[in-house]
């Protein structure tokens, strides 16, 4: 058995076919623009390329720098394409339990997707994840997806709480800000943190374990520079929008 063989678990063969259907189920109630689903089908697609591909066995047992991008897919990348994926009819029908809508608030949602996101990176928790794969791992990767849809909920949709533009940018600045320093820390410390990798079976890719982490932490800043920058640029720039407009008609009223 290879560095580079498939590996099917309960993440490919459970979850996202389950998650598919309840969504096709779903858009034929609440219809949605085919740019909104081409984003839940990019969210799955990403989920399965990093846990069935060989990218799920890189991760787990020889590179942390490929674990560290399967990281990042499931706590930023899915868990956005899929919010993004639910027409507003359903996303607004789907926030009505007390729970959920506590578990979507800006107050709640990002500070705990940012603890989360914080504590499985601390070397222990890592290393003890990987390796009990079954079990402590799973969960990891469902706590990166469901605190990521937490985070991303209220910023893209209105209900059950319904933000500003300029409050939906300051939080993806504040997801950015708070969140980026973890890559940082990976790429800048010293020495090799994570003893699971240390010890991998196979040196990969000419990498030793101080490179493999340099560069996981370089492309994991790099990353959320990109996603985060870009998510702000777009809020931020619908705001100055609305100012303008606003501007526009308070002159006009003046006018009058």
């Known amino acids: 058995m290879g560095p580079y063989r498939w590996s099917w678990n309960a993440e490919a063969l459970v979850v996202v076919p389950a998650l598919v259907v309840a969504y096709v189920y779903a858009v034929r109630r609440y219809p949605a623009p085919a740019w909104r689903v081409a984003c839940f089908a990019a969210a799955m697609a990403l989920v399965l390329a990093v846990t069935i591909t060989p990218l799920e066995t890189l991760a787990v047992n020889y590179l942390l720098v490929v674990h560290l991008l399967q990281n990042v897919v499931l706590a930023e990348w899915a868990p956005l394409l899929a919010v993004l994926g639910l027409p507003p009819a359903l996303a607004g ?11 979507t608030h800006p107050a709640v949602a990002l500070p705990v997707w940012l603890a989360n996101y914080m504590l499985w990176h601390l070397p222990w928790a ?25 985070m991303w909920w209220s910023i893209v949709h209105d209900a059950p709480h319904r933000l500003g533009t300029g409050t939906r940018a300051g939080l993806v600045f504040a997801a950015f ?12 410390v010293p020495e090799a943190i994570y003893d699971f990798y240390v010890n991998a079976p196979e040196r990969l890719w000419g990498l030793d374990p101080l490179e493999d982490q340099q560069l996981g932490g370089i492309l994991m800043s790099v990353e959320q520079a990109i996603v985060f920058f870009a998510v702000f640029a777009y809020f931020f720039l619908r705001f100055l929008a609305e100012e303008e407009r606003r501007e526009e008609l308070h002159e006009e009223g003046l006018a009058e």
């Open 93 to 103: 029908r789907l926030p009505r339990p007390r729970a959920v809508r506590v578990a």
């Open 126 to 150: 890592y290393d003890t994840a990987l390796e009990n794969p079954h079990t402590l791992l799973h969960l990891e990767h469902a706590l990166y997806f469901v605190t990521g849809v937490a």
């Open 177 to 188: 800000v708070l969140g980026s320093p973890i890559g940082l820390v990976i790429a800048l």
